[in-house]
């Protein structure tokens, strides 16, 4: 079945650094999802886009639906210590649904 | 608060028993959906149930067992399990399931699973 990527696996920034990772496919996909998971919990929606070139924003966060509708695109700003965790993009290509590996991000004070 | 619970959070257990892990939600939802997430792997969709009628099943071996009596509960019942078995079990929940980008799905904290 289709897989997501994303890009980087994990990084490590210092506090009130702005963060950015992205997603990508090799299918176009009609929506894009964003969710973070803190250690021990389930992953919450952070942001839902559903149209090509869409951006949106959620507090410190923005994220954007790629035009070409291939990729996603999650930018942190002035990233503070509550923003570790794993995020995950998530996304509807036709009926199928799928999540990708996650971005784990570790912030140091 | 998510408004999906999930009991227990920690489960071990041996090969050879029986246990059934539990998920409630409080959102009036009618969709309610099994992951498996292991380490360093995409979460694998396991069973969908919309309206109490299971809608998905993605090739998920028998000693995995789900039962959904009603929209708000919906369990897991686990059986001769393999150590390969083990990872965190989440439970979400949606309006409704139509295989679309409507259904937004709103997850429970998982239930941490170690088969010894």
């Known amino acids: 079945g289709q897989q997501l990527n994303q890009s980087p696996q994990s990084m490590f920034i210092q506090e009130g650094e702005d963060v950015s990772m992205n997603c990508t496919s090799s299918?176009?996909?009609?929506?894009w999802l964003w969710y973070k998971q803190d250690p021990g919990e389930g992953p919450v929606l952070l942001i839902a886009l559903y149209k090509a070139g869409e951006l949106t924003s959620n507090g410190r966060l923005t994220a954007q639906f790629g035009i070409t509708r291939k990729d996603s695109f999650l930018n942190i700003s002035a990233s503070i210590p509550s923003d570790v965790g794993i995020y995950f993009c998530?996304?509807?290509?036709?009926?199928?649904?799928?999540f990708g590996p996650g971005t784990r991000l570790s912030v140091l004070p | 608060e998510t408004g999906v619970t999930q009991t227990p959070r920690h489960l071990v257990m041996g090969m050879t028993n029986k246990k059934s892990l539990k998920c409630e939600q409080h959102l009036g939802h009618n969709a309610m959906y099994w992951y498996k997430q292991s380490a360093k792997k995409p979460l694998e969709l396991m069973f969908v149930y919309n309206f109490k009628e299971q809608t998905e099943n993605n090739s998920v071996p028998s000693r995995f067992s789900p039962e959904c009596p009603n929209s708000s509960h919906l369990f897991l019942h686990l059986h001769t399990l393999q150590p390969e078995d083990s990872a965190l079990y989440l439970c979400?929940?949606?309006?409704?399931?139509?295989?679309?980008?409507?259904?937004?799905?709103?997850f429970g904290p998982g239930t941490r699973l170690t088969v010894l």
């Open positions: 998530a996304g509807y290509y036709g009926q199928n649904f799928v």
């Open positions: 299918s176009i996909f009609n929506t």
């Open positions: 979400a929940s949606s309006q409704v399931y139509t295989g679309t980008a409507t259904d937004t799905q709103y």
